[in-house]
């Protein structure tokens, strides 16, 4: 299949209910994982705060959700007055200035033209995002075209989607607790979000980045069937 006719994904249109439990699970996932799954959740941050490099001055975080990985950074005045938090749904937006007022926030989408000069940030943070995209390819363009080609690093975690592990965690975790709150079924849910398997995500980062270093979790082996999450280490082409 050709990069053309694969993308942007075409998602099926959203009831205006369906809509509304969209942005409602989305926060309200984002305050239960921290506290229920907080293994899993520290891997997907701390990877990113450990691989960063030494001295960034700074950052543009996409999917910035409600704040949650800021939590786990120690940030000097300078790096948290150029921190810039990007998220799609304003409900997220407005919880990260809440509670974080120095952050720069901005509302808007990763796959249109970023409001950033080229060339503009040490660090780009991607957690759990690159799986949501249907036009993932143009997101891709857009980091590149933003990060610093002089040691600017793509910091990213990514599911292991399709996988047995990943599988079976859902289930008893996001699923569940879905179908508890909605008392519908996930699917329909799921199918919007998780769009990108980990192969289709790598074959397109591969594109304009290069991947340094990887990370497989819980188990330090390179599948993805066994395995919850992929941390990446990338560096512009």
Known sequence: MSVASKWPKVLSPLTEEQRRISDDFMKH????LPSRFSVVDRFNHLYA???SPPGF???LEIGAGSGEHL?????TPEQEANYHALDLRENMGAQIRNQFPR?????????????????????ILAIHVLEHLPNLPAAVRQMHRVINKRGGVLLSVIPCEGGLAYGFRRRISAQRIFE????????WFIEREHLNRPGEILEELDRCFRVEQRRFFPLPIPMTWC??????????R
């Not at 952050?103 to 660090?123: N, S």
């Not at 395995?227 to 512009?236: K, W, Y």
Request: hydrophobic share 30%; glycine share 4%; aromatic share 12%.
């Open 29 to 32: 996932w984002h305050e239960v």
């Open 49 to 51: 705060v450990r691989h």
């Open 57 to 59: 001055r700074t950052t």
């Open 71 to 75: 939590r786990y950074e120690r940030l």
């Open 103 to 123: 952050i720069r926030v901005t509302i808007g989408d990763c796959q249109e033209p970023l409001p950033f000069e080229d060339d503009a940030f040490d660090r």
């Open 180 to 187: 508890k709150r909605y008392k519908q079924p996930y699917r």
């Open 227 to 236: 395995n919850l999450c992929i941390g990446l280490r990338l560096v512009p």
